[in-house]
């Protein structure tokens, strides 16, 4: 068996609106290995996101189209199945935490019932039982006095106590993949510390593979084995993380390498990216980045760069491309 | 006082205080109070920058509108050149009004949808001068150039613009008057990692060219410790260090500035470390641990930390840091 858990191919997720079509996923590959942290990085816009509500199979139809592609989990395309199957598949199979878990939690009901109802719905115990295993759920992420915390409702619960409890629930049916989509950008940093140290030590536990959505490359650093760079809709550089920080190879990269101010840094002008992140109703011909970058070549105004392999690092770039002579 | 430069200070605040009442039952009467700022003491240098950073509620934003007296204070003293910017009558405060302005965290709900860019930087303008319409526009174009943007973007609309751009707008906004003091409240937080870069370069070029003074507000140290020249750091209501940027990250003191400094991610796989050295969360500002305020989380207290509250005082020349650690040595 392979320890290929989730492998998307060409995933193409369109938004049709009345400005025109938004080509939010324009054609990305992707995988994760059983138990492996990849770590998605990317600035508004990017389309990771859409990325993961699309395995998630939660994009809003209409206005969004799943315009081709395949995303296999675990062997099955999820693109295929049926809304009851997939149903089952979240949670069960992939879970998905969010940023704002104020917005993800019903306000209107106790963490508790909330944990406890994915458990039924999945694991088909009974209400007591179920509430007995959301009391674990929060045992296991950490929260103090979990008998008394399940019966609280998220207002009454701070931004990192909250975040724990999205991931308790994620978590509460042993999914084979978890998603993570910002999860800890609304936080203080010394909470982000407590949240990113309780996934990692979860993952060991519970033995999953992550998808870990960030713009924080100091998240990606201390998180990821592997690292996917998206850039309006494309995946532009794939690697190692250690590649991907020791040896950047597209340009992108390495500007947002380069831009973040670092505490080990004499104070001065910080290096920038020129011009602004495109807008999906306009991105720009041949490479999507070509116009931000300093030394475009001619054929990057005009022609898309394939995704090249260069030895398990991948990078979308003509500069990269050993054959660029003969495509000029 | 030491830290502090070029003569005289800009800013002096003096045990500056503000509480919010709490209001329960039928008649609203007051309960209890949000300790928001909670004696806070400093001076700023001219043309320096206050790097002023702490967790979410910790009163950095409150404090920064007392100073600027969009909010009444409950006590404490303001002096801005001079000026007791808590005290003064309307007229003066119009004047310091010029003098002291604000850029906000969210470019997107900080200008007004319906009016153009040219009105929106204009406005400032139209309230505290007499320039006639052209010599107003021929500013407004100009001081667009300078945030660079550019004139002609005088007669579009905000939504038209990308959120560094954005911004760019609040920028001018901030600058037509030719003010003093900045307070640059969370600038950088909304935007893309490559748009930060742009926008903290701009704000640098500023400060230099107008000789600005900036109180810094981010919750993002690695920014903090790019743009500042001297930084607090708030806890619950109170400063509990305040010292140079380079001092405060190379050798932080107070058990709290240790533990913001070694949560801060480093993007660099090789330099992985176990950052959680802090745990819980902070408490309520409503009933404020007696005592150290931070003693609940810390990992050093001492018997006394949660009965006598530690006063900031100076450790070295110009560090500055509240904890029973350091005192009395």
Redesign the interface.
């Known amino acids: 068996m392979s320890d290929r858990l989730l492998e998307i191919e060409d995933l193409r997720t369109y938004f049709h609106t009345l400005e025109g079509t938004l080509p939010a996923v324009d054609g990305i590959s992707l995988h994760v290995d059983r138990g492996e942290t990849l770590c998605v990085v990317g600035?508004?816009g990017c389309g990771k996101s859409v990325t993961a509500l699309s395995i998630m199979r939660l994009v809003p139809m209409p206005p969004g189209r799943y315009v081709s592609g395949k995303i296999n989990l675990a062997g099955r395309d999820l693109l295929r199945l049926s809304k009851e199957d997939m149903r089952r598949t979240r949670g069960r199979e992939v879970a998905m935490i969010f940023q704002e878990p104020m917005v993800s939690l019903n306000p209107v009901h106790t963490v508790g019932r909330q944990i406890a109802e994915a458990i039924q719905l999945h694991n088909g115990v009974g209400a007591r039982e179920a509430m007995k295993q959301a009391v674990d759920a929060l045992r296991m992420v950490r929260v103090p006095d979990p008998h008394l915390r399940v019966r609280e409702f998220p207002h009454q619960m701070?931004?990192?106590?909250r975040q724990r409890a999205m991931i308790a629930m994620a978590l509460s049916c042993r999914p084979k993949l978890l998603i993570a989509d910002e999860p800890t950008t609304a936080l203080?940093?010394?909470?982000?510390?407590?949240i990113?140290?309780l996934i990692r030590s979860l993952k060991h536990e519970v033995g999953m593979a992550m998808m870990l959505i960030t713009?924080?490359?100091?998240?990606?650093?201390?998180m990821?084995q592997r690292v996917v760079v998206m850039y309006a809709g494309k995946v532009v550089e794939e690697g190692p993380?250690?590649a991907i920080?020791g040896e950047p190879l597209h340009p992108y990269t390495r500007?947002?390498?380069r831009?973040?101010?670092?505490?080990d840094?004499p104070?001065g002008?910080?290096?920038?990216?020129?011009g602004?992140?495109p807008s999906p109703l306009r991105f720009p011909s041949g490479c999507r980045f070509h116009e931000r970058d300093p030394d475009a070549l001619e054929v990057c105004r005009q022609k898309a760069p394939p995704l090249i392999d260069r030895g398990g690092h991948k990078v979308a770039c003509w500069r990269h491309t050993p054959d660029v002579q003969e495509v000029v | 006082m030491a830290g502090t430069p070029n003569g005289t200070p800009l800013l002096q605040v003096t045990d500056l205080v503000k509480y919010f009442p709490v209001k329960a039952g039928a008649l609203q009467r007051v309960v209890n109070h949000v300790r928001a700022v909670d004696g806070v003491t400093f001076t700023l240098a001219r043309g320096q920058t206050l790097g002023l950073v702490g967790e979410s509620g910790c009163g950095k934003t409150t404090l920064a509108r007392v100073i600027l007296r969009l909010i009444p204070a409950t006590s404490g003293q303001v002096t801005f050149e001079g000026r007791e910017v808590l005290k003064v009558p309307a007229d003066v405060l119009r004047q310091l009004r010029r003098e002291m302005q604000v850029i906000f965290q969210d470019p997107f709900s900080s200008l007004n949808p319906r009016m153009k860019v040219g009105s929106i930087v204009a406005e400032p303008l139209s309230i505290h001068t007499a320039m006639s319409r052209t010599e107003r526009l021929r500013r407004v174009e100009e001081l667009l150039e300078v945030v660079g943007l550019a004139g002609r973007d005088a007669t579009r609309y905000p939504h038209e613009f990308s959120g560094g751009q954005r911004q760019r707008i609040g920028i001018a906004r901030a600058l037509v008057l030719n003010p003093k003091l900045i307070v640059c409240d969370e600038p950088v937080s909304a935007l893309d990692v490559s748009i930060q870069s742009q926008i903290l370069n701009l704000l640098n070029r500023l400060q230099k060219s107008y000789g600005l003074t900036y109180i810094f507000i981010a919750h993002g140290l690695h920014v903090i410790k790019h743009v500042s020249d001297r930084v607090a750091v708030m806890y619950l209501g109170k400063l509990v260090e305040e010292t140079e940027a380079d001092v405060l990250f190379e050798g932080p003191l107070h058990p709290y500035t240790r533990a913001l400094v070694a949560a801060i991610p480093v993007p660099d796989p090789a330099a992985r470390k176990i950052r959680a050295a802090l745990q819980g969360d902070v408490p309520s500002p409503i009933n404020p641990p007696p005592g150290c305020r931070f003693h609940t989380r810390c990992t050093e207290a001492l018997p006394q930390c949660s009965q006598t509250e530690p006063p900031l005082v100076q450790v070295s020349a110009g560090h500055r840091v509240a904890c029973h650690l350091y005192h009395g040595a």
């Open positions: 600035e508004s701070s931004g990192g106590m203080d940093v010394t909470v982000q510390a407590q990113l140290e713009h924080d490359l100091g998240v990606v650093a201390e990821a993380v250690d920080f500007g947002l390498l831009s973040i101010p670092r505490l840094q104070r002008p910080l290096a920038v990216i020129r602004t992140v």
